[in-house]
């Protein structure tokens, strides 16, 4: 088993999470066209190439839990890295992104 990334967490971890109502926000970085073929629900939508001019709406989130998710989770680990360099003590990626969301927790969401 490979050693876990500790700026990731897994999918169904993430669900666990919304089950129990857990505070926490989840970021959507993906772009707006993505985010509008299929999201995760009560997900926040901040893509990436926005990130620097847009922070400011995050301000309020920077003791919060966040979980950041993406495709894939590339873009979301290049988030979560850019955003704990930049004064947020809690964010994780989501591993996998909403493909691997979709596979493991969700069928009925739409792949791409």
């Not at 003791?63 to 955003?83: A, D, L």
């Amino acid at each position: 088993m490979p050693h876990e990334n500790p700026l990731e967490t897994s999918p169904q971890e993430v669900k666990n999470r919304l089950d129990r109502k857990d505070d926490f926000v989840l970021l959507d970085c993906r772009e707006q066209g993505e985010y509008d073929l299929v999201h995760i629900e009560n997900s926040r939508l901040l893509p990436m190439s926005e990130l620097e001019t847009r922070v400011g709406e995050l301000g309020d989130l920077k003791e919060k839990e966040i979980v950041v998710y993406c495709h894939h989770g590339r873009r979301s680990m290049m988030v979560t890295t850019w955003m704990l360099a930049h004064g947020f003590s809690h964010v994780k990626s989501m591993a996998g992104g909403i493909d691997r969301w979709s596979e493991e927790i969700d069928p009925s969401l739409q792949r791409y």
